[in-house]
């Protein structure tokens, strides 16, 4: 600029020169010559008029050339001028001074040549003051004897060529300078376009002569531009006065600035030469940056894109000048945001920018920041860092018209960088790296209105950031129902946060919840409306401690669960796929859907391997306690179906074993439906020990007490694993059919035991029942009444036919057609089975064949009947023989016996029954009480009733109640003929034996 300056004030010289000597030439091809010869003699460069020259000499000495050219070599300039003219008063021909009325250059273009600073010639007369670079020294030393009306350009274009930048243009030149007088106003004004971009500036000085005098002189400037170089900065204005310094600056006190409405104080000091500098101060008592925030930039009034789509903003405006610049404003605001006592430095040195924000007092708190770039780049790249110490969360938020259910103390400390400057490009490109923290904070969970379950608070926790491309992890421990949580987070900020697709694409998030009895895991994308879709993670060790410390309820059955699996989670639906399922240590795996509706609607389909209703309703397994304490009742458990209300499902089951406790079926497949409070499993036809079973579960949960309706089928299972693993009964063996129908209800496993009614039929087939042999029992009678009857698991009653049907009510099912069918034994029988205490008391009636060594017509046993009691609990009944109806009519015992084939000739039982023997007869050791026992024989009486003169119940009338979990017997069992172990003296019946004996 500075030499097209010098080059524009020569060539007017040159021109008023040629006005003065041209009338007294004559030809004008001599004219042209000479008049190039001297103006390149004068001015030391190449001019040539190549085309017509005209004068004038009235009313003023004018000249008007065209196709003029100009080559300065050595300052690296080259001009073509389409016209130029000129005119100068008729007074300066016999004045020292120029009065210039015109000069006008139509259409230049001027291409300035940077030269390499090796190639580039020493400048002549080193001390020469145009060397500063200052072209006002030499306009005023020219105006001093000139006086210069116009000075114009139009429809200009100057060209600047570099070998290590590209080449710049600038056209539509327009241009006007006027100095009439060094003591009136100096005037300029231009415009002109770079790129797609258009300027308008005008500067004015009041006079020339103050400023040579080093005095102040007022000056003003101003600058427009469309579209705007920086967002918001459309316009500038400047006022002041100014000073020329005898250093050769320029220094302008009590100045006033205005950029886009926005006024500042101004002191600044101007440095011209090679480099001009800038030292500005700016003071300001309200800052307001929202034009500057605006991410559109402005459109042309022409309608013409706003810029260059393939070169975006830059500042290279910025880096023809050093300068140093300092802003201070009283107040800023930002949008809804405002702050004070905001201190602002930045310098420019060489193309290098470094600002940097001191202090920035808000409500909230302070902020620091600096950022630095380089402003040659055509897509400057901005590099800062950004700290605070505390930002009060809560008021923050208001500041920006937010309210957020999170206080505390928000802090930073992060470098940052981005490249452009335009909002996209900042978005696309920028990055960051630090820290950012919450201190003392709390985080209220909204629609909670328990107050100790609501808030979340923090301590302290931190969110680390290495880089917008890697995730940010935000860790710490929180503190919630005044228990610790730990929380681990990770999110691709640079994906979601920056690129502004919260809503849409959602968060891609990792989150790891670890608390004292739960913990979560989420791998997915969660976006703002309430959606998440991802594998989720989710265990407690007590789902129904954990809801309840939640202050919910509705899973009172369930203790372990365990959930791994793909989610997608909607606001009113959630689906999940591959997911693994464990409740109560259930473990399963498969698919479905969750609608949050009223009722909840929830449709799957299930695999197990092993499905165990007993543990997934958290009830005590049936099995046995073998060694629990004598008197000890089976546990009673709580039944809530109450849940069931709320839900409609339908769940499709595959089991390769589904059941109860140990009884199992399998594999079946089959479907679970709950529908207004009743829930419905139907089993189809399924292997079931060896058979098969049909059943149907139905369980209420409309009423308070909740009910169970079940109705089975069993044909061909083996009964004696089946009745070992349903009760613990292992004395009964055989293929079992059976059917079920039965229906119950109670809030409790123990009442519902005693509320169960209904009907059940039992057949079993080439079995045997274990613990005693009843053709061995006949065989051993003397045997028996000597040494007492001992249960033994080795010996066993066979048959091939066993059946009886049952009515069961109030948890007691009772039968009076007990059928057994033997190789040796028929036997009836009756009795009760109490399926709440788990106990049994049945009397069976054997009668034996007419060979003991094979099959045969059966033989009457009456008046000598041995029957066989069975009674006690489940797990550990009694088996024995009843031996009490062997005395009641001795001498038809002793005919019976022997027609059995029992060698009765060798004992001396006739002595003993008639009193023939020494020990006296048997009815005096009885004392009269088998004549009582003779006198009722429609009361029967077991031995030791005979003996100790009592009377007993029949078995259906009172069940013998055993402890469900008593061991097996080992020792002798009671019964008639049955030796006790004691260290008493000895009874009438041991007496009876030791004489049986004697």
Same mark, same amino acid.
């Given at each position: 600029?500075?030499r097209f ?14 006005i003065?000597i041209l009338p007294?030439l004559i030809?004008?091809?001599w ?14 460069s190449?001019i040539?008029?190549?085309g017509p020259?005209?004068l004038?000499?009235?009313?003023y000495?004018? !000249? ?7 080559s ?10 389409a016209?130029?003219s000129?005119?100068?008063?008729l007074?300066?021909?016999?004045s ?6 015109q000069?006008?250059?139509?259409r230049?273009v001027?291409v300035l040549e940077e030269?390499?600073?090796g ?7 080193g001390?020469d ?5 200052? *072209?006002? *020294? ?9 006086a ?7 429809s200009g ?10 080449e ?7 241009l006007?300078?006027s100095?009439?007088d ?7 004004s ?14 004015t ?5 103050s ?20 967002p ?16 050769g600056?320029?220094?302008i ?11 500042f104080g101004?002191?600044?000091l ?5 480099r ?8 300001a008592?309200?800052l307001?940056l929202? *034009? ?13 894109p706003?810029?260059d ?6 500042l290279?405006f910025?880096a023809g ?7 201070n ?7 809804e945001?405002s ?5 602002f ?8 920018l470094a600002?940097?924000l001191g202090?920035?007092g ?26 605070s ?5 809560a008021?923050?938020?208001?500041l920006?018209g937010?309210?957020v ?15 452009g400057?335009?909002a996209?490009?900042?978005?696309k ?5 630090g820290t ?17 379950m609501r ?5 302290k926790?931190t ?7 890697k995730?940010v992890?935000?860790a ?5 129902r005044?228990?610790? +949580? ?6 691709p900020?640079a994906?979601?946060?920056?690129a ?6 959602g968060i ?22 309430g959606?998440y ?32 699996g ?19 240590g ?7 859907? +969750?609608?949050?509706a ?9 695999n197990f ?22 008197g000890?009742e ?5 039944l ?10 339908? +769940? ?9 406790g140990? +009884?199992?079926?399998?594999p ?5 439906v709950v529908?207004?409070?009743?829930a ?7 292997p ?5 079973v049909?059943a149907?579960?139905k369980?209420?949960g409309t ?7 079940l109705?089975?089928s ?12 349903m009760?613990?009964?292992?004395y009964?063996?055989g293929?079992?059919?059976a059917r ?15 509320s169960?009614?209904?009907?059940a039929d039992v057949?079993?087939?080439d079995g ?15 045997s028996?009444m ?9 010996k066993?009653?066979?048959?091939t036919?066993l059946a ?7 948890g007691?099912?009772?039968t009076e057609?007990?059928?057994? !069918?033997?190789?040796l034994?028929r036997?009836s ?5 109490d399926?709440?205490e788990?106990?049994?008391?049945f ?9 003991l060594?094979?099959q045969?017509a ?9 029957p ?5 609990s ?15 009519n ?6 019976k ?8 000739d060798k ?5 003993l029954?008639?009193?023939g023997?020494?020990g ?6 009885l004392?009269?009480?088998l ?17 100790g ?14 402890p ?6 080992t020792?002798?069992q *009671?019964?008639?003929?049955t030796e006790?172990?004691?260290?008493e003296?000895d ?10 004996l004697r």
């Amino acid at each position: 600029m500075r030499r097209f300056i010098l080059s524009l004030l020569g060539v007017a010289a040159l021109t008023v020169t040629a006005i003065a000597i041209l009338p007294s030439l004559i030809s004008s091809d001599w004219v042209r010559s000479e008049l190039g010869r001297q103006l390149s003699a004068a001015t030391g460069s190449s001019i040539a008029f190549n085309g017509p020259v005209n004068l004038s000499a009235f009313p003023y000495l004018a !000249v008007v050339a065209e196709d003029v050219t100009l080559s300065a070599e050595a300052e690296g300039i080259t001009a073509e001028f389409a016209e130029v003219s000129g005119s100068v008063a008729l007074s300066s021909l016999w004045s020292d001074r120029l009065h210039i009325k015109q000069i006008a250059l139509d259409r230049p273009v001027i291409v300035l040549e940077e030269k390499a600073p090796g190639d580039a010639p020493p400048a002549p007369g080193g001390g020469d003051e145009t060397g500063s670079g200052d *072209p006002l *020294p030499a306009l005023v030393a020219f105006l001093e004897r000139s006086a210069i009306e116009s000075v114009s350009i139009t429809s200009g274009t100057f060209i600047r060529r570099s070998a290590a930048n590209p080449e710049e243009v600038v056209s539509d030149v327009e241009l006007t300078l006027s100095a009439p007088d060094i003591d009136d106003e100096f005037s300029f004004s231009a415009s002109a376009r770079m790129g797609e971009r258009s300027y308008e500036t005008s500067f004015t000085i009041s006079t020339l002569r103050s400023l040579l005098e080093r005095q102040p002189a007022d000056v003003t400037l101003a600058v427009e531009a469309d579209p705007a170089p920086v967002p918001g900065l459309t316009n500038l204005e400047a006022s002041g006065q100014v000073t020329l310094n005898a250093t050769g600056s320029y220094q302008i006190r009590g100045g006033e600035v205005e950029a886009s409405e926005q006024a500042f104080g101004l002191n600044a000091l101007f440095v011209p030469g090679e480099r001009a500098r800038f030292l500005v101060d700016l003071e300001a008592d309200r800052l307001d940056l929202t *034009p500057f925030m605006d991410a559109e930039p402005e459109t042309s009034q022409s309608g013409a894109p706003a810029a260059d789509a393939a070169k975006p903003a830059n500042l290279q405006f910025l880096a023809g000048f050093d300068a140093d610049m300092s802003i201070n404003a009283a107040a800023l605001v930002l949008g809804e945001i405002s702050a004070t006592d905001v201190s602002f430095s930045a310098a420019l040195k060489d193309g290098e920018l470094a600002a940097e924000l001191g202090h920035l007092g808000i409500e909230a708190g302070s902020l620091a920041a600096s950022v630095a770039t380089d402003v040659r780049a055509d897509d400057p790249v901005f590099r800062g860092h950004l700290a605070s110490k505390g930002l009060d969360i809560a008021k923050l938020s208001a500041l920006a018209g937010q309210t957020v259910p999170l206080s505390g103390a928000l802090t930073i400390d992060a470098g940052f960088a981005f490249r452009g400057l335009d909002a996209e490009a900042i978005r696309k490109t920028a990055d960051v790296t630090g820290t950012v923290g919450l201190r003392d904070a709390a985080y209220t969970l909204p629609g909670i209105a328990d107050e100790t379950m609501r808030e979340v608070k923090a301590k302290k926790i931190t969110a680390r950031i290495e880089s917008l491309a890697k995730p940010v992890r935000l860790a710490g421990r929180l503190e919630w129902r005044n228990k610790p +949580v730990d929380v681990d987070l990770q999110i691709p900020a640079a994906d979601t946060i920056l690129a502004g697709n919260l809503a849409a694409e959602g968060i891609p998030l990792k989150l790891q919840v670890k608390m004292p009895d739960a913990s979560l895991s989420l791998d997915g994308k969660a976006a703002l409306p309430g959606t998440y879709a991802g594998k989720l993670g989710f265990s407690t060790a007590d789902l129904s401690a954990f809801l309840a410390g939640l202050g919910q309820s509705g899973a009172e059955s369930i203790g372990p669960l365990a959930f791994n699996g793909h989610v997608d989670a909607g606001t009113t639906t959630v689906s999940f796929q591959k997911t693994t399922i464990s409740v109560n240590g259930v473990e399963g795996a498969g698919s479905g859907s +969750v609608e949050f509706a009223t009722p909840l609607k929830i449709t799957t389909a299930l695999n197990f391997d092993e499905l165990d209703l007993a543990r997934l309703a958290e009830a005590p397994s049936p099995a046995p306690q073998a060694k629990a304490a004598k008197g000890a009742e089976p546990a009673d458990v709580p039944l809530d179906l109450s849940s069931l209300r709320s839900i409609d499902a339908t +769940v499709q089951l595959n089991a390769k074993r589904l059941g109860y406790g140990k +009884v199992f079926a399998g594999p079946v497949a089959t479907s679970l439906v709950v529908s207004d409070g009743v829930a419905s499993l139907t089993l189809p036809e399924s292997p079931f020990y060896g058979g098969h079973v049909v059943a149907s579960l139905k369980a209420d949960g409309t009423q308070p007490e909740p009910s169970i309706a079940l109705q089975a089928s069993i044909s061909g299972a083996s009964a004696a694993p089946l009745l070992t693993d349903m009760a613990g009964f292992k004395y009964l063996e055989g293929a079992l059919k059976a059917r079920f129908d039965v229906t119950g209800a109670g809030g409790t496993t123990r009442k519902l035991a005693k509320s169960l009614q209904g009907t059940a039929d039992v057949a079993f087939s080439d079995g045997a029942i274990r613990g005693i042999d009843i053709a061995d029992v006949y065989n051993n009678l003397v045997s028996l009444m000597s040494s007492g009857f001992k249960q033994d698991g080795g010996k066993a009653t066979t048959f091939t036919e066993l059946a009886a049907s049952f009515v069961i009510e109030g948890g007691v099912a009772r039968t009076e057609d007990i059928k057994l !069918v033997g190789p040796l034994v028929r036997m009836s029988g009756n009795g009760a089975a109490d399926l709440a205490e788990r106990t049994l008391n049945f009397r069976l009636e054997p009668r034996l064949v007419a060979s003991l060594q094979g099959q045969g017509a059966e033989i009457s046993t009456d008046g000598i009947g041995v029957p066989v009691v069975v009674e006690g609990s489940f797990a550990a009944p009694r088996i024995y023989p009843d031996l009490s109806d062997l005395l009641k009519n001795p001498d038809a015992a002793l005919a019976k016996l022997k027609g059995f084939g029992l060698p009765i000739d060798k004992l001396p039982l006739g002595d003993l029954v008639n009193g023939g023997g020494a020990g006296g007869s048997v009815k005096d050791l009885l004392g009269g009480a088998l004549n009582k026992a003779l006198e009722r024989e429609e009361q029967q009486l077991s031995i030791e009733e005979i003996i100790g003169g009592g009377t007993a119940p029949k078995p259906d009338k009172a069940a013998v109640e055993i402890p469900a979990n008593e061991e097996p017997a080992t020792a002798e069992q *009671p019964g008639v003929g049955t030796e006790m172990p004691g260290d008493e003296a000895d009874s009438p019946m041991e007496s009876l034996f030791k004489k049986l004996l004697r």
